[in-house]
């Protein structure tokens, strides 16, 4: 017993496996999950594309959870259909916490909400892991428009019934116009995109005059060739300081907050404790390093820190509101 004790403590395996060898040699047993958690490489699953600012920001906190681990933390960008592709391969995989999403409110809540049979239930079928980030929509609208903030867009659509287009470039964008023409009573007309890109340079030509986006048009906005008349966050951003909130407009915020969205990590259902402990204890240090939080800041998100519990209950709030939403606002479900 002694000589193999020996023998493990020089390989160049002694570390973490070393230790769970010892304790199952000395101890007879091998309980000691949460001190050895992980010992292979962690897989981040990012249900969108590469290259925006969602996955900048899962490839910076991947590097930094990865070094405060000792284990690689590898990104997977896995895109399709707005991300119910990559949910549904996280929910699927061992709960073992080596496989976990960067998932949120379009991907985890507003997709399986529109479909007459969901995919999943992101209420029970995940375990929370970390979050949320906040993300902000604005108003948008084309700068001939003769509105310089909401209350007076509102005017003028009442004045104009049928006159005013506006573009829906993703899920949120849909619902929250939705929401806001049923709330306020207006005959707009929706001109539906498959993203945001295509609907920005439609917003631009005039074909369409308003839409509710993320930051993707607001290089257009700081140059004047797009006005902005409000954010739906609670707060203003200082990406746009001078652009108001809903209440700041003298309108009730969005029952479905933040309406732009929100990100977090997530894992299968019936994850192990103490990974998920591991796991949360390093994304919420990772979200408040001072390189996240510029990007953050850059993109117009905001770190909203949960507890474990808090964020299981705020998953499952939001599942039910959006589910109420939808059918309220008369949208067609998909088969």
């Not at 509710?212 to 739906?232: D, H, I, S, Y």
Request: glycine fraction near 10%; charge should be positive; include cysteine.
């Amino acid at each position: 017993m002694t000589n193999l004790v020996q023998q493990i403590r020089s390989s160049m395996i002694f570390g973490k496996i070393g230790q769970l060898i010892m304790c199952c040699l000395v101890t007879g047993s091998c309980t000691v999950y949460a001190q050895v958690f992980p010992v292979k490489p962690i897989t981040l699953v990012v249900p969108y594309q590469a290259g925006g600012s969602s996955d900048a920001i899962a490839r910076s906190m991947a590097r930094l959870v990865g070094k405060d681990l000792g284990q690689q933390v590898i990104v997977e960008n896995k895109a399709g259909a707005e991300g119910m592709i990559g949910s549904l391969d996280v929910m699927k995989s061992a709960p073992d916490g080596y496989r976990i999403l960067f998932g949120g409110a379009g991907s985890m809540i507003v997709v399986p909400a529109l479909r007459r049979a969901p995919p999943f239930d992101p209420g029970t079928q995940f375990t929370p892991l970390a979050g949320t980030i906040d993300f902000s929509f604005f108003l948008y609208v084309h700068p001939e428009l003769p509105v310089k903030n909401l209350q007076e867009f509102v005017n003028y659509a009442r004045a104009n019934p049928g006159q005013v287009n506006y573009a829906t470039g993703n899920n949120q964008g849909l619902l929250t116009f939705a929401y806001l023409k049923k709330s306020l009573n207006l005959d707009v007309v929706q001109v539906a995109y498959k993203g945001e890109t295509a609907a920005t340079a439609d917003l631009l030509s005039g074909r369409v005059q308003a839409m509710f986006a993320t930051t993707a048009p607001l290089m257009q906005a700081k140059e004047g060739r797009l006005k902005v008349l409000v954010t739906t966050l609670p707060q203003r951003t200082p990406l746009l300081p001078e652009v108001a909130t809903m209440k700041e407009s003298g309108f009730s915020e969005f029952p479905f907050s933040p309406a732009g969205g929100w990100l977090g990590i997530f894992g299968p259902a019936d994850m192990n404790p103490e990974a998920v402990k591991v796991l949360h204890q390093s994304f919420g240090k990772a979200l408040v390093t001072a390189e996240v939080q510029q990007q953050l800041a850059q993109a117009g998100l905001s770190y909203n820190p949960m507890g474990l519990e808090q964020m299981g209950a705020f998953v499952k709030t939001q599942r039910d509101q959006f589910r109420f939403l939808i059918r309220d606002l008369g949208i067609p479900l998909i088969d």
